[in-house]
């Protein structure tokens, strides 16, 4: 059975399709629409997957039509290999939002389809260092990702301190507020993984925390975290 959306978008029959493609699982395309038989469609994508549409007309005059079902007969999309965070990186978002340097659209498009898939720190050659969530697109299937630049003069306790805190509080694109039936797939996918990382022992997020840095600097590392928590078990003065 295909994946399948309902809605009642009205247009006419290429607009309506390309506004529900664009509300659930493509962006900024263009869709060539070839009508089978009275009112049924097959639309073809640039990703090269075929979709079914079936509408009706909203009036006599049948000039506009309203979508009853949409199903995925076949997409490309949808066959991505698994996805993993790790060994070469994959090419970055190619779609035309971030393509377009206005972050406005970067920013949306980000909201829409970013579905997070692990951590990493990382270094803007040699400036200052940042912590990064990276994830795919789940338009393209490409790398998109999402950092907080750390201060550049940072000593290694306040360092340390800073990434820490991103694991435990860093969860951009979060729909607050938002019932999880109210999410789209992406927005799912996306909170599930922060309810994950919510949820994560004290040990679990240390080991997280370690595996973060270069083997040489993890001693380091685990020594500052265990006086930090230690720290933090102590009751107030």
Not at 4 to 9: E, K, L, Q, Y
Not at 10 to 23: F, K, R, T, Y
Not at 133 to 160: H, M, Q, W
Request: with cysteine.
């Amino acid at each position: 059975m295909g994946n399948t959306w309902r809605g009642a978008i009205i247009g006419n029959s290429a607009d309506a399709v390309a506004a529900l493609m664009n509300e659930t699982l493509f962006d900024h395309v263009q869709l060539t629409c070839r009508e089978v038989r009275d009112f049924f469609f097959e639309v073809r994508t640039p990703q090269g997957g075929t979709l079914q549409v079936t509408t009706e007309p909203v009036d006599e005059t049948r000039r506009q039509l309203r979508i009853l079902r949409v199903e995925v007969k076949d997409s490309a999309v949808r066959r991505r290999p698994p996805k993993t965070c790790g060994g070469t990186r994959p090419a970055g978002c190619e779609c035309r939002a971030m393509a377009s340097g206005d972050p406005k659209q970067m920013e949306a498009h980000s909201s829409a389809y970013f579905e997070p898939l692990c951590w990493e720190i990382g270094r803007r050659l040699e400036g200052p260092r940042y912590i990064l969530v990276r994830g795919i697109c789940n338009n393209c299937g490409k790398e998109l990702s999402t950092g907080l630049l750390l201060p550049a003069d940072a000593e290694n306790t306040e360092f340390y301190t800073l990434v820490y805190d991103a694991l435990l509080q860093f969860r951009p694109y979060r729909a607050e507020g938002v019932k999880p039936k109210e999410y789209g797939d992406t927005a799912q996918r996306r909170e599930y993984w922060y309810r994950q990382q919510d949820r994560q022992s004290e040990q679990t997020r240390g080991g997280l925390f370690r595996s973060l840095f270069p083997e040489e600097e993890r001693g380091l590392a685990a020594e500052w975290l265990t006086q930090y928590l230690s720290e933090l078990d102590q009751p107030a003065t």
